[in-house]
Nanobody
Framework: QVQLVESGGGLVQPGGSLRLSCAAS????????MAWYRQAPGKQREFVAV?????NYADSVKGRFTISRDNAKNTIYLQMNNLKPEDTAVYYC????????WGQGTQVTVSS
């Protein structure tokens, strides 16, 4: 059993930045992908970024968001720059181990 705990969400103005963190309760092999997803009100959960043997991003965040991983700390990060109102959502961390594990989510609100 792996627990994932996200942090770093909050309220930010358009054009601002936030850095999300996701700490795992156990060591996760770098061969196991970890990812960020988000879910806006009234919408389905959607992929944001993944890091494992490769990195990939949703088109909507390319050039603005950067995913990174610190294996020594069992933590992944999502640096979000030039935030837009449409980035407002609950952001979830996901670990591709077995059937997969999800964190509880952290709210990001982009508003003036």
């Amino acid at each position: 059993q792996v627990q994932l705990v996200e942090s770093g969400g909050g309220l930010v103005q358009p054009g601002g930045s936030l850095r999300l963190s996701c700490a795992a309760s156990a060591s996760i092999s770098r061969d196991n992908a970890m990812a960020w997803y988000r879910q806006a009100p009234g919408k389905q959960r959607e992929f944001v970024a993944v890091v494992g043997r490769y990195m990939n991003y949703a088109d909507s965040v390319k050039g603005r968001f950067t995913i990174s991983r610190d294996n020594a700390k069992n933590t992944i990060y999502l640096q979000m720059n030039n935030l837009k109102p449409e980035d407002t959502a609950v952001y979830y961390c996901f670990a591709q181990i077995g059937t997969g594990y999800w964190g509880q989510g952290t709210q990001v609100t982009v508003s003036s």
